[in-house]
């Protein structure tokens, strides 16, 4: 294979050159345990492990530096009040622009997080409990989770774009019976009712799990209702008394985050102390290079895991400055991210491909217009980037000075995992690059055969590292289903992928049936099982197609009841049904009414058939043959053509 390598023009400081990184990796996978120890000295411990990683894929079991003990809100803030106080913690930037900014040093962050953590011990909080954050991206959404760690407690951020129906079902899986909220949250202008929908979500799980309190935040000041006995402001409950740290085993819980698999509902997603603050520690100071005084922005809300881990936990635990963007790219205008560049004069930007897509289309002239001059280093997450939006961020938004770092990660892996290092290696357009410090990527075949040298596969993970998640909230046994059971022995990532001659690793897509909308994981089948509550649809099959803004689009197939029509209101009544089941960001693109779905003799439903329709590829059906209706597929493609 060959490919286009670039080199960025100016020299960026580096932690790292290709030789360090040579031979830290090499140390990291052939003595592991010495290496992570080390590593994990960039945290503050209570007491410091004596212990690596211990860890089994079958059956499943995974600590890292199990007698280790310390309070990662400690870290992130506390810790840095002798030297820092005075400098800049974390930076806000309202929706609109006009409204004052606010920000925040780390004296400031230190007075902030104990307010909120004492308001959190009134409302009832302790160790342990799982506590519910429904927010917009504002400062109180990052002292939340901060106060929530100081305290012992189980975050579980759910995302405010999420309806009272998913936030609902994330409150009852996880057994939350705190939840934090604002008024309302502001996104491009647009008011998002965040406590109407909390109390529409209490409404449901009111039988099954009864909370206790709710925290809400003033920010709009629009008019909410508030119920007597359980919902409270933040500003009557906070105190500045003394609050100190929760000292917390390493492999205490330290947060939830749902996300979607291939089958079934949402998964919670477990993180732990230790492990998952050494990963976001490390991977923060060596992938984006950041150096004392610089500003990093993380566009990702606080609601996904990138901004868990680098909004909040990994820049704090290095002293670092960070942006907190309540907005949107294209509001007010689509030049808005270099002017929030230019106004904090941002170095290191870090965002996804689908927002990068969905600015180039609108022209130059919005990146063009303005400076540009502060940055020094791209990054981008969450999809694969097509190498035309990877040219235009390197050519146009970088004007060739800043590298681009790739990033490859999950959920489930707690921070990246595969990219580049800045300056240290050439960087391939398209090409997430290499392992990150012990990460051993392997590519197997569809039989588990293990796969050498420059191979195309299905992308594992054979040893463990400390971000590894350490299981699904109350269901371990779906863990290891789900992760370790498809190739024995090895992490199945769900991705399939490339490795070239250089050993770069070139992720292609997931491999199951989660697609990826805007960056966004969608199950299909969180999709279907909301379709078919619908009392008009018999059945549904939901699948993936190439999107050119959003990456995938979401196409759902659709079977009607007897004696129903698929008119265009039905069509725009799906849409909105969707919508209120899961949240905006699963809104049906396309839907497809059809008599009947592929399927095998056995019943079968043949996804196959149907992503190669949705995909407009009608010369690669493969074999039909098994199909117990092979007429169906005809006036399939003609609904698709039509569709
Ligand atoms: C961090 C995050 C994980 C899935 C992952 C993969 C896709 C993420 C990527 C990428 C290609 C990259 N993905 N980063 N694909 N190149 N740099 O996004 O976590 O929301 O759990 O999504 O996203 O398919 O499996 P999460």
Known sequence: MIHAVERPQAHTPTHCTAE??????????????????????????????????????????????????????????????????????????????????????????????????????????????????????????????????????????????????????????CGSRFVITADEGL????????????????????????????????HTGGAIAMQEGRDHWLEDLASDDDCPCEVMGAEDPLFILYTSGSTGKPKGVLHTTGGYGVWTATTFHYIFDYQPGEVFWCTADIGWVTGHSYVVYGPLFNAATAVVFEGVPNYPDHGRFWDVVDKHQV???????????????????????????????????????????????????????????????????????????????????????????????????????????????????????????????????????????????KYFTGDGCKRDADGYYWITGRVDDVINVSGHRMGTAEVESALVLHPKVAEAAVVGYPHDIKGQGIYCYVTLKAGEDGSDALLAELKAHVRKEIGPIATPDIIHFTDGLPKTRSGKIMRRILRKIAENDFGALGDTSTLADPSLVERLIEGRQNA
Request: charged residues 20%; contains cysteine; glycine residues 10%.
């Open 187 to 218: 996104r491009g202008g647009k008011h998002v009712p965040l406590k109407a929908n909390v109390d529409a979500a209490l409404a449901l799980t009111a039988h099954a799990t009864p909370v206790d309190g709710v925290l809400v935040i003033r």
């Open 347 to 489: 170095n290191i930007i870090y965002t996804a491909p689908t927002a990068i897509r969905a600015l180039m289309r609108e022209g130059d002239h919005h990146v063009t217009c303005r400076s540009r001059a502060s940055l020094r280093l791209l990054g981008s997450v969450g999809e694969p980037i097509n190498p035309e939006a990877w040219r235009w961020y390197f050519d146009t938004v970088g004007e060739g000075r800043c590298p681009i770092i790739d990033t490859w990660w999950q959920t489930e892996t707690g921070g990246c995992m595969i990219t580049t290092l800045p300056g240290a290696h050439d960087m391939k357009p398209g090409s997430a690059g290499l392992p990150f410090f012990g990460i051993r990527p392997e590519l197997v075949d569809s039989e588990g055969g293990v796969l050498d040298g420059a191979a195309e596969g299905n992308l594992c993970i054979t040893h463990s590292w400390p971000g590894q998640a350490r299981t699904i909230y109350g269901d371990h046994e779906r863990f290891g289903q789900t992760y370790f059971s498809t190739y024995a022995g």
């Open 20 to 173: 360090q990184y040579a031979e830290m990796y090499r140390a990291s996978v052939e003595t592991p345990d010495a290496f992570w120890l080390e590593q994990a000295q960039r945290l503050d411990w209570v007491k410091a492990p004596t212990k690596g990683g211990e860890w089994s894929y079958d059956p499943v079991g995974i600590s890292w530096f199990a007698d280790g003990q310390l309070n990662l809100c400690h870290n992130a803030v506390d810790r840095h009040l002798p030297q820092h106080a005075d400098r800049t913690a974390l930076i806000f930037e309202p929706d609109d622009p006009a409204s004052p900014g606010r920000s925040l040093t780390y004296g400031q962050l230190h007075t902030e997080v104990v307010r909120m953590a004492n308001a959190l011990k009134k409302l009832g909080v302790k160790r342990g409990d799982r506590v519910t954050l429904y927010l917009p991206m504002i400062l109180e959404g990052v002292t939340a989770m901060l106060a929530c760690a100081r305290l012992g407690a189980v975050h579980s951020v759910v995302f405010g774009g999420f309806s009272p129906e998913a936030l609902a079902g994330r409150i009852e899986d």
